[in-house]
């Protein structure tokens, strides 16, 4: 164990001097789920730098040992055929290397696809997140509040986020928090996310959009839950209701600075939650009932709360 | 009507017009030149209307040079752009178009080429045959690419590029989000071309099943061959669903159909999983031939037989059966769950086996050789620690909860250029420079080639690696500008420095032929290198016919074997050869395809249907066309033999 965490510490040592000692923020995780993906990266990048070394030291080895100058005249190469131990060990080898990261990599895709490590007893908070030409709208079903191009989230509390987008193919990308995940038109999809230490970190789209696509990018806070909760107090005091209209206007394609609301646009254009198939009438009503009832229930969650 | 809209030019920017100046006086200058040196009827008998194998990959070879340096000034402009924060050399429309344009022409309408140059070139002659086994569709082929890449090309002065990416992804590719015709020409000039490379690969997996020399059994072939015909394989079954999806999309953006638009019950994610199913073979189409090439310069230079032949062609079976196993690993993102995210990392990972298999290969291979250090030899030598760090990059990203960081970052892009510049670029330079004398007959000067080697490998280095790390420190990949306070400004001006560097060695080659044109021996041989497999056997020039008599073949190394062990590659007397004649057809569909393609880009119906009948009545009168070929007498070839020194 603490052979591990020495060699990975160096090896972070090593990646920050090659960058210019400041860490690079994938690599600066803030959050459960994006330390086990920085974990894995920097035992990969021990793991595949161990692999190139090898390889490199075996070819000047033979470069060196058989160029051409270095052999007398009359060197004829002998004609060879394959080894039977020289090849058990070399596809044996890259089996073991592989069957281990597969071990690795299978782990964490269940711990990445699920609530983070620590917060399994706790309520996740449900921020629906979706993209439109070139901007980000976080509804807050629980808290009945809606943002544009900004995030607050409280710390110590996993958050589940649900994304989909009013356009093209979008991702939503929080590096310090976690690995991104595609927002669709047709569908919702779940990006479990969790901050431990309070701060601003940078969100953005990383899935090309069109024209606007480099500035589409978001700011994150995270704060204590009980900061979070006087944000909330506050936007009521201070936001106007989002409209049906207004939020029409806003989905035009465009850049937008950062506004707030109270109420969610899930009330009048819900998210698409039956996935890819076309949804019926009837079926529409009952998600429309189903969301409407979920924010009831909230509501009086997040009074209780304060 | 919306017709004269779609045609409006795009960006009217002095670049273009100034473009549009120069493609108007170069082929007025092509055209007067022709006639003024009276070539016109030479241009036609030699080359427009050639159906031999040698003369169509030295066409491809020529377009696919011409496509380098296309995509390769995208590049550069894109560099240049993301030098320094916040530049304003391109707007995000015409970042978002050279980024597209770069993609595809490098992927469809420059490797592409490339790997059927040396295909075209070498196959027929490393199996001891005549041509290809159906050579006037071998001239189509060439002729449906050359149309896709010339319509596709056009597209900038004309209507205006696509600009959704090379991967195209709906809805952002629909009529929705994406007004200009660019993506019709996206559809249509892939699918043109497309249909050629499909052609192409039924073709050489005939060629290499039916052709080859007495003697010649599967397990003796020559590696490039094996190569060949490994990557044809993987083009007969991945290049369907391309067209397939290519037609959805094109009837999505002109009839309003709704496969891969969102309302209606269309599925985007439909159009992913079509597009990767094609595009991961796609790199291993493109990967395996280079694999080839190098295993035949590798061991030509270590004057040994290359070790572990059968593992190399096992080992290739595996990865082309593995590579239409991995698709979903260029969407672990999509929310499709973290079982399914399970199985394609591990079928992603298992690709890593069978590859460093091969690298351990190459690397026995000269151990205990004898090593030249030529030019191709270096490419070789460099190829082998780049793709090293590129293959386990690959595996980095395999990962997929990993990957969920990496996705769309300049770490992926870092990784496949690393990939693809030193394993695919590297090795058609390198196959460039080896083969070069065989078919013109002059060797390239080694001290030109050696600084165009170290240009661009130090030129890859700087371009490519600083993209790793500001992947990891979250630039995404496509973005047109970013602001300083990213702090991405150092490492990028590294990069635009070293792809400056690598678009002088890129000049450097042009230099190199024009250099050893002038002032390279004539007389060279017919093996000046001292190679060992069959290509090398027959005269250079390499006459028409090939070889005129048919080698007899005992191993892998026939050629080898002739000259040390006392095989004999020829016996019995020389016969009349059968050989196929010239025709104007291909050619000719070639442009209807063009014009008919363009018609359907801009919604011309009735030239487009009058285009598509012309293409029926060309295939129909081929089924009436008595054509039995020609004979070429035996005092014919006797005299060439003659004349080429000797008879072999
Ligand atoms: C050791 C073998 C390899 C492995 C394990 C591997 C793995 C991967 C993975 C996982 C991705 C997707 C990453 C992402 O979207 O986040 C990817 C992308 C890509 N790879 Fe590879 N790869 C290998 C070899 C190659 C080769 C030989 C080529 C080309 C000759 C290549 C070309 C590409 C390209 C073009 C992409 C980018 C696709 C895009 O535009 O999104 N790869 N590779
Ligand atoms: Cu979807
Ligand atoms: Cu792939």
Redesign the pocket.
């Known amino acids: 164990m603490i052979k591990k965490w020495t060699l990975l510490t160096s090896m972070m040592a090593l990646v920050f001097v090659l960058a210019g000692c400041e860490p690079l923020l994938v690599l600066d995780p803030k959050g459960p789920q994006a330390e086990r993906q920085a974990n894995d990266i920097i035992l990969s990048i021990g793991i595949m730098s161990i692999i190139v070394v090898v390889v490199m030291a075996i070819l000047v080895f033979i470069l060196f040992k058989y160029r051409a100058s270095n052999l007398p005249d009359d060197y004829e190469p002998p004609h060879i055929h394959g080894n039977k131990w020289v090849e058990i060990v070399c596809v044996g080898v890259p089996i073991l290397i592989v069957a281990y990261l597969s071990f690795v990599s299978v782990k964490s895709n269940y711990i990445v696809e699920s609530t983070p490590e620590g917060y399994e007893n706790q309520e996740p908070l449900v921020i629906y997140a979706s993209s439109s030409d070139w901007k980000w709208h976080f509804s807050y079903p629980e808290e009945g509040i809606e943002t544009v191009n900004y995030l607050y989230i409280p710390t110590d509390r996993p958050i589940e986020f649900k994304l989909y987008s009013y356009g093209p193919i979008t991702s939503f990308w929080i590096p310090q928090l976690g690995g991104q995940k595609y927002a669709m038109s047709d569908m919702v999809t779940t990006l479990h996310l969790a901050a431990d230490e309070a701060g601003e970190y940078m969100g953005r789209n990383a899935n090309f959009s069109g024209k606007g696509f480099a500035e589409n990018t978001f700011n994150v806070t995270a704060m204590p839950q009980a900061d979070f909760n006087d944000w909330i107090e506050e936007v009521y005091q201070t936001a106007e209701p989002i409209t049906e209209s207004q939020f029409e206007e806003l989905l035009e394609p465009g850049h937008l600075g950062q506004m707030t609301f109270t109420g969610t646009h899930l009330e009048f254009s819900p998210a698409p939650e039956h996935a890819h198939n076309e949804v019926s009438d009837e079926d529409n009503n009952e998600s429309h009932e189903h969301s409407n009832h979920e924010n009831h229930t909230e509501d009086e969650t997040d009074h209780s709360g304060h | 009507m919306e017709f004269f809209e779609r045609f409006a030019i795009p960006h009217p920017s002095p670049a273009i017009y100034a473009s549009m100046v120069a493609i108007v006086l170069v082929s007025i200058g092509i055209v007067a030149g022709l006639t003024y040196f009276k070539k016109w009827g030479y241009l036609w008998r030699e080359w427009l209307t050639t159906v031999d194998h040698k003369k169509i990959g030295i066409m491809y070879l020529v377009s696919a040079l011409l496509m380098l340096f296309r995509g390769g000034a995208d590049a550069i402009m894109m560099r240049a752009q993301l030098s320094a924060p916040d530049m304003k050399l391109l707007d995000a429309q015409h970042y978002n178009e050279i980024f597209t344009t770069h ?1 595809v022409v490098m ?1 469809i309408f420059m ?1 592409m080429p490339f790997i059927f140059a040396f295909m075209n070139l070498i196959v027929p002659l490393q199996i001891g045959a005549r041509d290809v086994a159906f050579p006037r569709l071998n001239a189509l082929s060439f002729w449906l690419f050359f149309a896709g890449a010339m319509l596709f090309n056009i597209s900038f002065v004309i209507g205006g590029s696509p600009d959704a ?3 195209s992804y709906f809805p952002l590719a629909g009529n929705d989000f994406s007004e200009s015709v660019g993506t019709n020409y996206y559809m249509l000039a892939i699918q043109i071309s497309g249909i050629g490379s499909l052609m192409t690969g039924i073709n050489m997996c005939t060629t290499i099943l039916k052709m080859r020399a007495p003697g010649m059994t599967l397990m003796k072939m020559p590696m490039f061959t094996w190569s060949a015909f490994i990557a044809n394989v993987i083009i007969v079954f991945a290049f369907p669903v391309l067209t397939v999806a290519l037609i959805m999309g094109t009837t999505d953006r002109l009839f309003a159909t709704n496969f891969f638009t969102t309302s209606n019950g269309g599925m985007d994610m439909l159009w992913a999983n079509f597009f990767w199913i094609w ?2 073979p796609e ?2 189409i ?2 395996l031939p ?1 694999f080839g090439l190098y295993s035949e310069i590798i061991s030509t230079f270590s004057r040994r037989n290359l070790y572990g032949y059968s593992s190399m062609v096992w080992s290739m079976v595996l990865i082309s059966l593995l590579s239409f196993l ?1 698709w979903t ?5 999509m929310g499709q769950g973290a079982l399914t995210n399970s199985i394609f990392s591990i079928t ?2 298992a ?2 086996v069978p ?1 460093g298999v091969k690298i351990f290969n190459w690397l026995f291979t000269m151990w205990k050789g004898k090593i030249r250090f030529t030019v191709p030899m270096l490419y070789s030598i460099g190829f082998i620690p780049l ?1 090293t760090i ?6 980095m ?2 990962m ?1 909860a990993a ?1 969920y960081q ?4 300049m ?3 870092a ?2 250029h690393n ?2 510049i030193p ?2 670029v590297f090795a058609m330079l390198a196959g460039l420079t080896f083969y070069w004398p065989k078919f013109f007959g002059f060797m390239l000067n080694e001290k030109i080639g050696k600084v165009t080697f170290w240009l661009l490998t130090v030129g890859f280095v700087l371009a490519f690696f600083p993209m790793y790390i500001t992947g990891l420190d979250g630039q995404a ?1 496509r973005m047109y500008t970013y602001s300083e306070a990213t702090g991405f400004g150092a490492l990028n001006m590294l990069s635009f420095v070293g792809a400056a560097l690598m678009a002088i060695g890129f000049v450097t080659i042009v230099y190199n032929v024009y250099y050893s044109f002038k002032n390279s021996s004539r007389d060279i041989g017919s093996d000046p290198w001292d190679a060992r497999s069959l290509e090398w056997a027959t005269h250079t020039p390499v006459p028409e016919y090939n070889f005129a008599r048919t080698p007899q073949i005992s191993s892998s190394e026939t050629f080898w074997d002739s000259k040390k062990n006392g095989h004999v590659l020829f016996k019995g007397e020389i016969e009349e050869i059968h050989m196929p004649n010239n025709s104007g057809v291909p050619f000719v569909m070639g442009i209807i395809f063009f014009i008919a393609g363009f018609s359907f880009i801009f919604a011309l119906w009735v030239p487009a249907v009058i285009g598509l009948i012309g293409i029926f009545i060309c295939m129909a009168m081929r089924s009436f066309e008595k054509d039995h070929g020609r004979h070429i007498s035996v005092k014919e070839i006797k005299e060439t033999e003659e004349k080429l020194g000797g008879a072999k």
């Open positions: 993609g992927i490797a990416g090379w991967t595009g991961h790199v291993y493109l990967i280079a991995v690993h260029h969407f672990f993102t992603t990972m690709i890593a590859t793709f590129g293959g386990v990059t690959g595996v990203l395999a997929s990957d990496y996705h769309n970052t770490f992926l892009v990784h496949f990939t693809i394993g695919v990949r």
